[in-house]
């Protein structure tokens, strides 16, 4: 009996142990979370014979092309010293592909698919900027570019003829245009003007014509071109004049005049369009409320994501590239809980190949991603994401991670390395799509204006109080991390709000609008007037932004920061950084400072990236006391 009762109570202890092994969150090696995927940036060749993406050789991104035909792959390039940048199929089976050597020299190719073989067509000062424009499948030797080679604030249009190098220019800037909408031609018959707070769109029917005014606005009530329709002069565009949410429109050209809304929601911006440049048409609008949204406005695309939806159930699906005669196509597929996997889906036979799955670990292994919402302070509502640690719901350790920005940026619901790294880790993440965030409409845009070290940060600390009131945040442990504006974000926080926040973490931060400002790169110069009107004008508002920088308040911060900065990020200045962080340290603040050197951004290459992420979370949590 006695013998018995042990072997009962042994298996019941194993029970229970086997129980609270099964609730421990197993910790997932920072590898799988930030390790660099074995391909990117999948196209598909005019033709539709390959399939072309960018992979590594020797530790650089080199270009590889894999034939459908027999599913052999080629490695198209092999630099050793640096990688391709970017690249774009032309017709007639050409690559057009760009690097920037060691010696800051931009170097632009066309590669022969059938032999290999590459020519140089340009060679330019790294600062030099080349965007490629639409394709014209009547002019295949001939590609259109934008660059600022002749006066590195404004952008010119030149033709290239990617057999023979020559370059032509086609259209040059006056000093304030910011966009160009070609026709199916490759005419360019619309452009936008904009000297950063005023637009204008300028039509004119053929090349030989002057470009005339037809609608004027400003980055308030805009109106963005898009594509000719193939009617008449008709065009095109996404607009908010006369609405709050952004919507789908149909223009004349003649006039200026909006003939017609094709689609809009009432909930949020459309922000996103699929076109089809070959059947010259929009085949679906999507915009974002707590998870993607999507409208199809062509029901053979509907009929092709229902068929991919049907194989890929549960996934957000998006069609990303296409041959010319749209019966092949690059398609992407994620969850908040999984990276996007890449595949070719092929109309014949409904086929669905995977090309590369980026995603290594179990879903069930991560977190979900929750939308939340709740009201600010002065009753606007702000909507965000709430990312819980597996098995845990109260009484949480917090990380707040504001977005970059301040305008034109937003937080979405997909799959975030970086949220998911944390929460494995035993951390809530909240991210908050503030005041001025994107997608919500002009007035919730607008009512970020001159609020940056205002309302836009006690949107912020709203949400971490509706965390505290809710139990599910510990109070005594709550971090900041943020990049770029969310960096003087998480400063801002622990500078001015200094007893809510344990420590925080500032990746290749904003200290200084003056700074920020004044650096900015030559092509911004349209946007400056932008700037200072939703920003601050250095001039006019200096007050203003010396009360809000980070840079002039290092007497405010108690808790621990850590710095991680890249030496060659386009907006850093690394001397203005140190002297603040030597001020910080006369002040008693514990600082931790990493300066990624030779690195542009994205926490460096990646070895330095793991060993980065290593060092976030040794700091976290030697800071904020949690053991996953």
Known sequence: MVGRLKTIILIFIAVALYSCKGDKTKEIPISEFFKTPEKTNFKISPDGKYVSYLKKYKFKQNLFIQ?????????????????????????????????NTSNDVYLMFVLDVNTLQKRPLLSEDNKVRVNILPKNKQTPDIITIAMNKRDSANFDVYRLNIKNGELQPYLVNPGNITKWVL???????????????????????????????????NFINSVDPIAFTGKKNYFYALS????????????????????RVIYSSDKADILRYDYSRNKRRIELVAWEEAKPQKQF????????????????????????????????????????????????????????????????????????????????????????????????????????MPHDGPFGARDSWRYNSEVQFLANRGYAVLQVNY????????AFYSAGFKEIGGKMQQDITDGVNWLIAKKIANPKKIALYGHGFGGFSALYGVSFYPRLYSCAVVQ?????????????????????QKMYATIGDPE????????????????????????????????????????????????????????????????????????????????LDNNMRVKP
């Open 540 to 619: 006019k508002d200096a007050a203003q932004l010396t009360a809000i920088s980070p840079r002039f308040h290092s007497d405010k911060p108690k808790a621990p920061l850590f710095f991680l900065q890249d030496s060659k990020d386009s907006r850093a200045n690394i001397s203005e950084l140190d002297h603040y962080i030597r001020e910080l340290q006369k002040h008693n603040v514990s600082i931790k400072y990493s300066l990624n050197k030779n690195e542009r951004g994205s926490l460096g290459s990646e070895n330095k990236r793991m060993q980065n992420y290593a060092d976030i979370e040794k700091f």
């Open 435 to 442: 005041r001025g965030s994107s997608g919500y409409g002009k």
């Open 240 to 259: 908010n004049v006369g609405r709050d949410k952004t919507a789908f429109v149909e223009i004349n050209a003649e006039n200026g005049k909006e003939e």
């Open 183 to 217: 026709d199916a031609d490759g005419k360019i018959r619309l452009v936008k003007e904009s000297d950063g707070v005023d637009e204008t769109i300028l039509y004119r029917p053929n090349d030989d014509a002057p470009f005339k005014p037809i609608i004027k606005n």
């Open 508 to 528: 290749n931060g904003l200290i200084s609008f003056f700074t920020y400002i004044k650096t900015a790169p030559a092509f911004f110069k349209p946007f400056l």
């Open 297 to 400: 406005l062509s029901d053979d695309v509907k009929a092709i994501y229902d068929n991919l939806d049907r194989q890929l159930n549960g996934n957000e699906i998006n069609i990303t590239e296409r041959d010319t005669a749209e019966d092949k196509f690059i398609v992407t597929a994620y969850t908040d809980r999984s990276r996007s996997s890449v595949y070719l889906y092929e109309l014949a036979g409904d086929k669905l190949t995977k090309l590369t799955d980026n995603s290594s670990v179990n879903p069930d292994e991560l977190c979900a991603m929750r939308p939340i919402s709740y009201k600010a302070g002065d009753g606007l509502t702000i909507n965000g994401y709430l990312t819980l640690p597996l098995n845990d719901t109260t009484n949480l350790p917090v990380i707040v």
């Open 67 to 99: 034939s459908l035909a027999d599913g052999k792959e080629r490695a198209a390039t092999s630099f050793s010293d640096f990688s391709v940048r970017d690249y774009n199929w032309a017709f007639n089976n050409q690559i057009i592909f760009g690097i």
